[in-house]
């Protein structure tokens, strides 16, 4: 059979998304357990979330160090200790920490989670923050970024998001040198103690998970008799001060041979009526690889390997921004490319077939991303700390598909407005 390779293979457009429900439990002190059973493997993912991100740091650091220092000596164990009895059992450990909360993350095969339980716990309840474990944290981490401090790129980014937040907003605070050097311990334990330890906070077990697996996690995170206080709504700091007005900033670096470009707006979260519509509009403009601004600037002008615009959406708030790299020399000629593209994005409509492919790709691309129990209980994490409808996923495609190139020039005029944005070079012109 001859294969006649000029003509693409047929596909079928997907329409729906159905994601496995997710089941919550009350354990015996109160505390929510979320579970997703789904899948063959013996294996789980245990996931404890605390609404102690940098948004309820009352020193910037005291949020990251807190939960980074959860596993580097207890009461009962040093830290070697604590590694050797993950290493055991071949289970593994994740500490992560983001601006609205932090979670302790255990992988595991599912017949160890009886032994993986009480270590969490200790880990919860009995951190010691040792001297010699806290200034290696500390040593590491500012290490850590005075090399990320020498990337333009990073350096763009965290100007970008300082200058749209205001530098007082948790959003657009980031660590420095002299944060990290001069934060104290006191307020790492500070915030440990107000925010992790004896407090409630969010269990999100996946995997092949049944009635035993939910008894041994009642059995052992559920037995703290003080943890009865209900979960609160993220909450405002006491004082914010909003971002100065719309501005473009340029940090010269003679030394650099590139420039790292950031471009855009504050914007708003998951739960705003335009949310969708937005998807769209930034996944035409520069959200996949055949965008508007990627065939333009990377494959038409060759200024870029690559560039991109993306949303990022936080519990309170969000961002539009599109990000590149490129000679100095190309600073100002990519600079005139995003305007132009965004201007024909205001004025004229997509036409249908683009607007079809970019609504097909997202589609497929969703649907991609639930491979796993674990890809399904992110999603239906956000749900869960964003206090969102629980059919916000399943409703996900029929919001795309119904998003109409009408729909696309509107959003485009309303919050893609040149005036509005920010523009950041770091490198030069």
Same mark, same amino acid.
């Given at each position: !059979?001859?294969?006649?390779?000029?003509?693409?293979?047929?596909?079928?457009?997907?329409?729906?998304?159905?994601?496995?429900?997710?089941?919550? =439990?009350?354990?015996?002190?109160?505390?929510?357990?979320?579970?997703?059973?789904?899948?063959?493997?013996?294996?789980?993912?245990?996931?404890?979330?605390?609404?102690?991100?940098?948004?309820?740091?009352?020193?910037?650091? +005291?949020?990251?160090?807190?939960?980074?220092?959860? %596993?580097?000596?207890?009461?009962?164990?040093? %830290?070697? @200790?604590?590694?050797?009895?993950?290493?055991?059992?071949? +289970?593994?450990?994740?500490?992560?920490?983001?601006?609205?909360?932090?979670?302790?993350?255990?992988?595991?095969?599912?017949?160890?989670? #009886?032994?993986?339980?009480?270590?969490?716990?200790?880990?919860?309840?009995?951190?010691?923050?040792? $001297?010699?474990?806290?200034?290696?944290?500390?040593?590491?981490?500012?290490?850590?970024?005075?090399?990320?401090?020498?990337?333009?790129?990073?350096?763009?980014?965290?100007?970008?998001?300082?200058?749209?937040?205001?530098?007082?907003?948790?959003?657009?605070?980031?660590? &420095?040198?002299?944060?990290?050097?001069?934060?104290?311990?006191?307020? +790492?334990?500070?915030?440990?103690?107000?925010?992790?330890?004896?407090?409630?906070?969010?269990?999100?077990?996946?995997?092949?998970?049944?009635?035993?697996?939910?008894?041994?996690?009642?059995?052992?995170?559920?037995?703290?008799?003080?943890?009865?206080?209900?979960?609160? #709504?993220?909450?405002? #700091?006491?004082?914010?001060?909003?971002?100065?007005?719309?501005?473009?900033?340029?940090?010269?670096?003679?030394?650099?041979?590139?420039?790292?470009?950031?471009?855009?707006?504050?914007?708003?979260?998951?739960?705003? #009526?335009?949310?969708?519509?937005?998807?769209?509009?930034?996944?035409?403009?520069?959200?996949?690889?055949?965008?508007?601004?990627?065939?333009?600037?990377?494959?038409?002008?060759?200024?870029?390997?690559?560039?991109?615009?993306?949303? &990022? &959406?936080?519990?309170?708030?969000?961002?539009?921004?599109?990000? &590149?790299?490129?000679?100095?020399?190309?600073? @100002?000629?990519?600079?005139?490319?995003?305007?132009?593209?965004?201007?024909?994005?205001?004025?004229?409509?997509?036409?249908?077939?683009?607007?079809?492919?970019?609504?097909?790709?997202?589609?497929?691309? =969703?649907?991609?991303?639930?491979?796993?129990?674990?890809?399904?209980?992110?999603?239906?994490?956000?749900?869960?700390?964003?206090?969102?409808?629980?059919? =916000?996923?399943?409703?996900?495609?029929?919001?795309?598909?119904?998003?109409?190139? $009408?729909?696309?020039?509107?959003?485009?005029? @309303?919050?893609?407005?040149?005036?509005? !944005?920010?523009?950041?070079?770091?490198?030069?012109?």
């Amino acid at each position: !059979m001859h294969l006649d390779r000029t003509i693409a293979p047929p596909y079928r457009v997907i329409q729906r998304i159905n994601l496995p429900p997710i089941e919550t =439990f009350p354990l015996a002190n109160g505390l929510p357990l979320h579970v997703i059973n789904i899948g063959e493997q013996p294996v789980v993912r245990l996931e404890c979330i605390f609404e102690g991100g940098a948004w309820h740091e009352s020193t910037p650091g +005291a949020s990251y160090f807190a939960i980074k220092m959860l %596993s580097e000596g207890t009461h009962a164990h040093s %830290s070697a @200790q604590i590694s050797a009895a993950f290493d055991r059992i071949g +289970a593994f450990l994740e500490l992560s920490h983001s601006f609205d909360r932090a979670s302790l993350v255990v992988y595991c095969l599912t017949r160890f989670l #009886p032994e993986v339980l009480p270590l969490v716990q200790e880990l919860i309840q009995e951190a010691a923050f040792p $001297d010699k474990e806290w200034e290696d944290l500390r040593n590491i981490t500012l290490q850590n970024h005075r090399v990320n401090w020498e990337k333009n790129a990073f350096r763009a980014t965290s100007f970008f998001r300082k200058n749209i937040f205001g530098e007082s907003h948790p959003y657009g605070r980031s660590q &420095t040198e002299v944060s990290i050097t001069n934060l104290e311990k006191a307020k +790492a334990i500070q915030h440990y103690d107000t925010f992790i330890r004896h407090k409630p906070y969010r269990i999100v077990l996946a995997g092949k998970v049944g009635e035993a697996e939910i008894g041994h996690v009642n059995a052992v995170l559920g037995n703290s008799n003080d943890l009865i206080t209900p979960i609160q #709504p993220l909450s405002a #700091p006491n004082s914010l001060v909003p971002a100065d007005e719309a501005k473009n900033l340029l940090i010269e670096r003679p030394e650099s041979i590139q420039s790292s470009i950031r471009f855009g707006k504050r914007l708003f979260t998951r739960n705003h #009526p335009d949310y969708f519509k937005m998807l769209v509009t930034n996944e035409i403009l520069g959200g996949y690889f055949g965008s508007r601004l990627m065939k333009n600037i990377r494959e038409e002008k060759g200024l870029t390997y690559g560039i991109s615009s993306n949303i &990022t &959406t936080f519990r309170k708030e969000g961002y539009f921004m599109i990000g &590149t790299d490129v000679k100095k020399e190309f600073t @100002q000629q990519t600079l005139d490319e995003i305007y132009k593209e965004i201007n024909i994005l205001q004025t004229e409509p997509v036409p249908s077939d683009e607007l079809q492919t970019v609504k097909n790709f997202m589609a497929g691309e =969703f649907a991609g991303s639930l491979n796993t129990a674990f890809d399904v209980a992110d999603r239906q994490k956000i749900l869960i700390m964003d206090g969102l409808p629980s059919d =916000f996923f399943e409703q996900y495609v029929d919001q795309i598909h119904a998003t109409t190139a $009408d729909d696309v020039l509107q959003i485009a005029r @309303q919050y893609l407005d040149p005036e509005s !944005m920010t523009e950041i070079v770091v490198g030069g012109k």
